[in-house]
């Protein structure tokens, strides 16, 4: 698929979710990968989701070298840590708010 981004959403909770269901109906993405802190966790969102490629780490999801965006859906305190992770993978990132809890933590990740 020609201009197609392939993306992988760090983390399985609500707004992974949301994530997901929005990135189905997009022409322009679509969902390749999800990584989650268990195998188990990886699995049910990949299930309930149809993703092909599930990854029982943050880290295995960022070594995927089939994901070219990550969308950051940890908790809040660790959104600093995995937007930085990420773009050092060589990703594109989407981290909504809060980007981090903090303005020193901010000017790091940006």
């Given at each position: 698929?020609?201009?197609?981004?392939?993306?992988?959403?760090?983390?399985?909770?609500?707004?992974?979710?949301?994530?997901?269901?929005?990135?189905a109906a997009s022409?322009?993405?679509?969902?390749?990968?999800?990584?989650?802190?268990?195998?188990?966790?990886?699995?049910?969102?990949?299930?309930a989701f149809g993703?092909?490629?599930?990854?029982?780490?943050?880290?295995?999801?960022?070594?995927?070298?089939?994901?070219?965006?990550?969308?950051?859906?940890?908790?809040?305190?660790a959104h600093a840590?995995?937007?930085?992770?990420?773009?050092?993978?060589?990703?594109?990132?989407?981290?909504?708010?809060?980007?981090?809890?903090?303005?020193?933590?901010?000017?790091?990740?940006?």
């Amino acid at each position: 698929m020609a201009g197609t981004l392939n993306w992988g959403i760090l983390g399985t909770g609500r707004i992974a979710g949301t994530f997901a269901r929005g990135l189905a109906a997009s022409r322009s993405g679509r969902l390749v990968a999800v990584g989650s802190r268990t195998g188990e966790g990886a699995e049910r969102f990949g299930e309930a989701f149809g993703v092909p490629r599930r990854h029982a780490s943050y880290d295995a999801l960022l070594a995927d070298d089939g994901v070219e965006a990550v969308y950051i859906a940890t908790p809040h305190p660790a959104h600093a840590e995995w937007a930085i992770k990420a773009a050092e993978a060589g990703k594109h990132v989407l981290c909504e708010k809060p980007l981090t809890l903090n303005h020193a933590e901010a000017m790091v990740v940006v």
